[in-house]
């Protein structure tokens, strides 16, 4: 699993720091630092912090290859 936050986007409030603090920090009242390679056993955690964040921000990608319609 990648994880990626448009820190642009981001306004700072930390509704996945709440739902994920293994891999979401505040470092200070709005800078947002981030694991972007979390083990998958934090997928729910990281879906759930993904989900309430209220501009939207993190963008959760697979790398494990089940989506790419490989074809021999």
Do not use: K
């Amino acid at each position: 699993m990648r994880i990626v936050v448009d820190l642009n986007r981001c306004q700072g409030y930390a509704q996945c720091v709440y739902l994920a603090h293994e891999v979401f920090r505040l470092n200070g009242q709005e800078a947002l630092t981030y694991e972007p390679n979390p083990d998958d056993a934090r997928r729910l955690q990281v879906e759930r912090a993904a989900a309430a964040c209220p501009v939207q921000a993190i963008v959760i990608d697979r790398l494990d290859g089940e989506e790419r319609g490989e074809t021999s």
